[in-house]
């Protein structure tokens, strides 16, 4: 008997979890293999976007998402000075989703539950130190090989082991982009923002030519997430002083008093915006950070890596289950996933970071009266929610990817 395995899943991120829990669930045998002791605790994701939601609905995991998560359908575009720009509703569109708002769920609690699925199935198998140091293309199998020296032949290997992929690099896929210069603190307190700015919603981007900052509400605790500049150190802009500073310079702008902000967690990312060339190469797929990264204005990163991930397993089910041709549908999952990289995560979050800190007073008093209209025309801030909450960009290249392996099994 072989001892190649069908499935093979390098990174137990969220983008490697969803991967191997809906290939489990169809019934292939799935193996991940994780760097980490143990499933990663940081602080990085927290936003679930409608067409996520509906995809861990397919999964089964929506009832302990919602039971973990708070559902916010307000979010505000807010001008650090002058307060609410605009506020926005998803359960506008009821109509057409199940799920019309954001969740908000830590990516490290969402791994989790994922992890008690999977813990169910016999087919499926998580090891935890065991990261894959390299990965090599035999046309019709591919074999990774752990940081122990084991080589672990499989039918498929999809690459959800993060920015530094090894995956990818053992492909010499190039990862063209660009690391900002600026960083990006995310802290977390548990002070009730709420209390001081009594008409903040849940979700509030605060633009500013300066300082613009993004507060958003978790079950626990609010998280803030700002820029650090090309300037300052490292080692300052993590200093308890320099946050609470910069904390309140933003309630001293809305006229509060100082706060004493208890701090519960704090983190400094460094933020790329980069495409791999390829997504795809025979029978190894690439899905999540391994492939793409973005900054997180918007909430797309996690987001379009479970979109990945979904893709990935359509094109492993399409050929495993329906018989058909691994190459043409595994080039289906690179050139879609691609394309809807660049055209929507990539674009939308440069524009994002851009609105975020636009110094040309001009452009941004157009967005901001564009952000106010869409208040009184629902037609049209329906269309802006679809948008901004990647329900119609995720909806199509679902389809096309399913479109096009139907064409091929036909
Ligand atoms: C501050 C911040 C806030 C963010 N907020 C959001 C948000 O609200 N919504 C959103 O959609 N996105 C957000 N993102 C982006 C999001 O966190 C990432 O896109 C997401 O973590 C990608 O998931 P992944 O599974 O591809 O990679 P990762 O989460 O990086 O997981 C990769 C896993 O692979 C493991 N691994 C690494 N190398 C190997 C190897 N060689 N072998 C085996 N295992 C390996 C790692 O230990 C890890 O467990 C945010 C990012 C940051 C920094």
Not at 25 to 47: P, R
Not at 88 to 94: E, M, T, V
Request: aromatic letters at 6%.
């Amino acid at each position: 008997m072989s001892d190649r395995k069908q499935v093979v899943i390098a990174g137990a991120g969220p983008v490697g979890m969803v991967a191997a829990l809906k290939l489990a669930q169809t019934g292939l045998d799935v193996t991940i293999y994780e760097m980490g002791d143990d499933l990663s605790v940081d602080s990085k994701a927290s936003t679930f976007h409608i067409p996520t939601l509906e995809l861990c609905d397919e999964l089964g995991l929506i009832d302990d998402m919602l039971e973990q998560g708070l559902m916010v359908p307000l979010f505000q575009q807010r001008d650090r000075k002058g307060g609410v720009i605009a506020q926005l509703d998803l359960s506008l569109l009821k109509d057409e989703t199940k799920y019309p708002y954001r969740l908000q769920l830590e990516q490290s609690k969402f791994t989790r539950l994922v992890r008690n699925h999977l813990d169910k199935l016999p087919n499926a198998h998580l090891f935890y130190g065991a990261g894959v140091a390299t990965a090599e293309d035999h046309t019709d199998y591919a074999v990774a090989i752990l940081n122990d020296g084991t080589r672990v032949e499989c039918d498929w290997l999809i690459g959800c082991d993060g920015a530094n992929s090894m995956v990818r690099q053992s492909f010499g896929f190039e990862f063209p982009g660009e690391t900002f210069a600026e960083r990006f603190l995310v802290m977390s307190t548990t002070f009730e923002f709420r209390d001081v700015m009594t008409d903040l919603a849940e979700v509030a981007y605060i633009t500013d030519p300066d300082e613009w900052m993004v507060l958003l509400k978790t079950p626990d605790h609010w998280r803030c997430l700002m820029a650090v500049s090309p300037d300052e150190d490292d080692d300052v802009a993590v200093t308890d002083e320099r946050i609470q500073e910069r904390l309140n310079s933003v309630l001293a702008d809305l006229g509060h008093e100082h706060v004493d902000f208890p701090m519960v967690g704090k983190s400094l990312y460094r933020v790329n915006q980069r495409v791999a060339k390829n997504f795809a190469i025979n029978r190894i797929l690439l899905a999540g950070d391994s492939a793409h990264m973005n900054n997180p204005l918007g909430g797309f990163g996690m987001n379009s890596g479970i979109h990945d991930a979904w893709s990935a397993g359509d094109v492993i089910e399409a050929v495993e289950l329906r018989g058909a041709d691994a190459h043409k549908a595994a080039q289906i999952h690179g050139v879609v996933r691609s394309e809807v990289c660049h055209s929507y995560v990539q674009a939308n979050t440069k524009k994002n970071f851009k609105d975020m800190q636009e110094k040309d007073e001009a452009a941004r008093q157009a967005r901001n009266a564009m952000l106010r209209a869409l208040q009184d025309d629902v037609e049209a801030q329906k269309e802006y929610l679809r948008g901004t909450s990647m329900l119609t960009s995720a909806h199509e290249a679902i389809a096309r990817v399913r479109n096009e392996l139907a064409a091929l099994s036909s």
